[in-house]
């Protein structure tokens, strides 16, 4: 079975400052991970995802994610965030067998404060 | 860019009802998915559906519950008699399947449906 495990439920962040919202994993078998933003009252969009290719995965609006496969990690970062990133984001895993289910996070809501 | 519509955007309805939630996925995608979101909470897995049948579903899709094709387009989700509980939101997905190479592992999401059970 597959799950991901957001720390951090909220996290601040001034504005112009490094993002760094943690998302660690568990797996059987090689994962597929995600990130997904969701805007308040809106849908889910994906942000990047890592398939087994570059461990190193950048996605739209700046953030960029690593596979960490020792930590079993997929932590999200921007180098500088805008006031148009408080969102809730959501780590998610999947793989590559079955008819490939999401598995969510819990979600962590991201505050930026000007 | 292709997308995946979901009607309503909201519904109200009152317990004991049925409710019909449509997605129509991209057209071209052969694999599509049902998803909930209780306010505040996470976003749940509740079915999968593949060459016109289920393929998984998860606890929370139990007997109330149902998913149609009924024609080349449309997926829907059908709650037979709603419950508080079932107040939700609702997300329809789907994905393009291995033909797509490594963009099939990619689930589009629809806006969601707002299901409010009163």
């Known amino acids: 079975a597959q799950s991901v495990t957001q720390l951090g439920s909220h996290v601040s962040v001034s504005e112009g400052a490094l993002v760094l919202l943690r998302c660690n994993y568990s797996?059987?078998?090689?994962?597929?991970l995600f990130w997904y933003v969701q805007y308040p009252n809106q849908g889910l969009q994906l942000l990047l995802k890592y398939t087994s290719a570059a461990t190193l995965v950048k996605g739209i609006n700046g953030f960029e994610a690593e596979f960490k496969k020792s930590e079993t990690s997929f932590h999200l970062t921007k180098p500088s965030a805008h006031m148009s990133d408080a969102a809730e984001y959501f780590c998610?895993?999947?793989?590559?067998?079955?008819?490939?289910?999401?598995?969510f996070g819990t979600g962590t809501k991201l505050q930026v404060i000007p | 860019e292709p997308e995946v519509t979901q009607t309503p955007s909201h519904q109200v309805t009152q317990m004991g009802q049925e409710v019909i939630l449509r997605c129509v996925p991209i057209s071209n995608h052969l694999y599509f998915y049902w998803y909930r979101q209780i306010l505040g909470q996470k976003v749940e897995f509740l079915v999968s559906f593949y060459n016109n049948e289920i393929s998984e579903k998860s606890e929370i899709f139990d007997d109330q519950f149902s998913v149609e094709r009924p024609d080349g387009s449309n997926f829907t989700l059908k709650i037979r008699s709603t419950k508080l509980e079932d107040s939700a939101m609702y997300f329809c997905a789907s994905r393009m399947g291995l033909a797509g190479g490594v963009s099939s592992y990619e689930q589009y999401f629809g806006p969601g449906t707002r299901l409010t059970v009163t």
């Open positions: 998610a895993v999947s793989w590559s067998g079955g008819y490939q289910k999401v598995t």
């Open positions: 797996s059987s078998v090689p994962p597929y």
